[in-house]
């Protein structure tokens, strides 16, 4: 099946005529493939990716952009969350030495 240029590969018995090469290259492909279909599921899920609510080939970009940086945003976030607190702590409450002069009061 083709759509456009790209072919559809599917997951199933090699051919024969494959080199070990070209089973490990499609094994790999589907693998990745797989990898990737929960991320989507969550993009559709948690980021509002089913329903496309802006009009035509750029709303659809803008849509999946967004999708796709929330996503990203939100896993950063996730690695840091040790930064962003201490960076909260102090924002919030200053340093945490305060000066003789100040413990006078």
């Given at each position: 099946q083709n759509v456009g240029d790209t072919k559809i590969l599917r997951p199933g018995r090699p051919k024969k005529s494959?080199?070990?090469?070209?089973?490990?290259?499609a094994r790999e492909r589907f693998r990745r493939r797989a990898g990737i279909e929960p991320i989507i599921g969550?993009?559709?899920q948690d980021h509002r990716l089913s329903r496309n609510y802006l009009k035509?080939?750029?709303g659809?970009?803008?849509n999946l952009f967004m999708a796709a940086a929330a996503f990203n945003f939100r896993k950063w976030i996730?690695?840091?969350?040790h930064f962003?607190?201490?960076f909260t702590l102090w924002?919030?409450?200053?340093?945490?030495?305060?000066?003789?002069?100040?413990?006078?009061?």
């Amino acid at each position: 099946q083709n759509v456009g240029d790209t072919k559809i590969l599917r997951p199933g018995r090699p051919k024969k005529s494959d080199s070990p090469y070209q089973r490990r290259i499609a094994r790999e492909r589907f693998r990745r493939r797989a990898g990737i279909e929960p991320i989507i599921g969550h993009l559709k899920q948690d980021h509002r990716l089913s329903r496309n609510y802006l009009k035509g080939v750029l709303g659809d970009a803008i849509n999946l952009f967004m999708a796709a940086a929330a996503f990203n945003f939100r896993k950063w976030i996730r690695k840091f969350e040790h930064f962003f607190a201490l960076f909260t702590l102090w924002l919030f409450f200053g340093t945490t030495t305060r000066q003789p002069s100040m413990m006078i009061l």
